[in-house]
């Protein structure tokens, strides 16, 4: 997938969604979100209603960015794992398959050493989902391919209605 | 680089405003987040220094509406123009499906067009990108100042590809949306054609 567009089919949204859910119960986890290290967000999952998670996930993905720019000049391949302590809330960002962001706001009904555990067998499972996504694009299976695909008859009047 | 949801039936695209410092990458965000309809857009967010200088990004997202039944959403991200931010603006380009050149038209801001867009197209090459091919708009900014240098001289030294360009007065609106439509459009147009390439 690295170099290419990212695509989502239903399949893998349902066991992504159910792996997200899982670790949520599991790390006693306020909010459990993907994004894609282009700051696009993937799934979301806990106590979102009054969050902003499109931003929460550019800012994520610029805050992983920067991260990896200062570990390029330290000779360092990447961080893999971020955390910030808040006074309330806590977040717990993880890289997983070098391109997709995990991330785990949290509270004091759970702690950190929970939460790093439970990221960790998480992040093997999503790695493998991810895995399969990855193997589906480019075999072309997908429904990207199909009749479905929203490109198949696009025309310039469909864009300019975009814009009223 | 975009993200294909066909579970929700999202599209999702990167557009990123380059240009050198001062010339009104964030004064088109703002007006086109002044100018959204408040359900179609996110918040703004601009990382900036107290003296309003952009430090690390702005952010806009804006959901556009529908095509083909797929949602349509683009994120508008801006760079810090100044020189030394160099590091920041290089992060900025990742995975970026659209860009629009922003340039200051004042004559004495010529020399800082040209070296920002060779720093574009330095930057885009080491994420792997060729600013020969990428989806490119160029917008010619401030055209209401005395002191501006000739469009065709400004379109010979900045758009010698003959992408679309437009003349634009960031802080009025003309010429903002004329520029996000076109990258809009080429941006899509490009998504269609790497998707019936395969």
Redesign the interface.
């Known amino acids: 997938m690295l ?8 399949e ?3 066991l992504i969604d159910a792996e997200l859910n899982r670790l949520l119960a599991q790390a006693n986890g306020k909010v459990v979100f993907l994004v ?5 967000l ?1 799934a979301a999952t806990g106590e979102t209603e009054n969050l ?1 998670t ?2 929460l996930a ?2 994520t993905a ?1 805050n992983i ?2 991260t ?2 200062m570990a390029k000049l330290l000779g360092e391949k990447e961080f893999s794992i971020l955390f910030h302590e808040g006074q309330r809330d806590n977040i717990h960002i993880s890289i997983i398959s070098q391109r997709i962001i995990l991330v785990v706001i949290f509270d004091q009904r759970s702690s950190l050493g929970l939460v790093r555990l439970r990221v960790k067998k998480s992040a093997e499972v999503l790695g493998a989902i991810f895995g399969q996504l990855l193997q589906k694009v480019e075999s ?1 299976k ?4 199909s009749g ?7 025309t ?1 009047e ?7 | ?9 999202e ?2 695209c ?1 557009i990123v405003y380059y240009g050198p410092g001062l010339c009104g990458k964030t004064t088109n965000l703002q007006y086109i987040y002044k100018k959204t309809n408040p359900d179609s857009k ?2 703004l ?1 601009s ?1 900036a220094t107290e003296t309003e200088r952009t430090l ?2 702005d ?1 806009l ?1 804006l959901a ?2 529908e ?4 949602k ?1 959403r683009f ?1 508008l991200y801006t760079v810090p123009g100044q020189v030394f931010y160099d ?2 603006r ?3 380009l ?2 970026v499906d659209g860009v629009v050149f922003v340039a200051d038209s004042q004559i004495e801001r010529m020399e800082a067009n040209i070296e920002s867009i060779e720093n574009l197209r330095i930057n885009l090459a080491e994420q ?1 990108y060729n600013l020969d091919n990428v989806s490119f708009v160029v917008q010619y900014n401030k055209r209401d100042l005395p002191n501006v240098v000739p469009l065709d001289e400004m379109k010979k030294a900045l758009n010698p590809r003959g992408v679309p360009d437009f003349e634009a007065v960031a802080p009025d609106g003309t010429g903002v ?1 004329d520029t996000l ?1 076109a990258v ?2 080429l941006v ?2 490009e ?2 054609k ?3 390439s ?1």
């Open positions: 170099g290419s567009d990212l695509v989502m089919y239903e893998e949204f349902k894609d290290k282009n700051g696009q993937i902003d499109t931003s550019s800012l610029g960015a920067a990896g720019g072309g997908g429904a990207g391919k479905d695909s929203p490109f198949a008859e696009i310039d469909d864009i300019d209605k975009l814009f009223g | 680089m975009s993200f294909i949801n066909y579970s929700s039936r599209i999702n990167k996110g918040k967010i990382l690390f990004f952010f997202p556009l509406g095509i083909r039944g797929f349509t994120h590091a920041s290089k992060l900025i990742k995975g792997g949306f439509k809009a459009k899509i147009m998504l269609k790497r998707q019936e395969g």
